[in-house]
């Protein structure tokens, strides 16, 4: 993987962004804070003017928003989900709940699109260090490209992955 799109530039996403950054490959971002995106921009990372913006050209979307709502907004509401690539691994891992993942990830199967629900677990630190534990459930087919994108962005974040039948 060469390219990522990331959004939500807070106090977890801008570190995961920079490990992403470390290792080599490019990153897209947008952030709805002007600080958090002046951040961005100086750990080198391309910083867009709208989250669709951030879709365009990418392997892969992280996306990793404060709450339920941001969620929903940006994915359903500003139908971002409809403008991503069916080639696009999508990676939300917002701590939100879990009829909110349904919800979005029923619509991005509608669209073709492989989503994956993956709240992570260490904190700021383990975000800034590279060290957090990621939870997944995935398809087989979308595990090894996820898989792929890992041992590229050479983080080596433990992970406990549920493998579950293509469907």
Do not use: C
Request: cysteine-free; charged content about 25%.
């Amino acid at each position: 993987m060469k390219k990522v799109g990331f959004i939500g530039l807070g106090n977890m996403g801008l570190p995961m962004a920079n490990n992403i950054i470390k290792a080599g490959i490019e990153v897209k971002a947008f952030d709805l804070s002007a600080d958090a995106m002046r951040r961005a921009e100086e750990l080198g990372m391309a910083t867009k003017n709208h989250a669709s913006e951030v879709t365009e050209n990418i392997d892969a979307l992280v996306t990793m928003l404060p709450n339920d709502k941001a969620v929903e907004n940006i994915y359903l509401k500003e139908d971002l989900i409809e403008q991503i690539s069916q080639n696009t691994i999508v990676i939300e891992s917002s701590t939100i709940n879990p009829e909110v993942s349904i919800k979005v990830s029923k619509k991005a199967t509608e669209m073709n699109i492989s989503m994956l629900d993956a709240p992570v677990s260490g904190g700021v630190k383990g975000a800034e260090s590279g060290t957090l534990l990621l939870l997944l459930e995935v398809m087989k087919l979308t595990f090894r490209k996820l898989f792929l994108f890992w041992i590229l962005w050479e983080i080596k974040p433990f992970m406990l992955v549920r493998q579950v039948q293509d469907r």
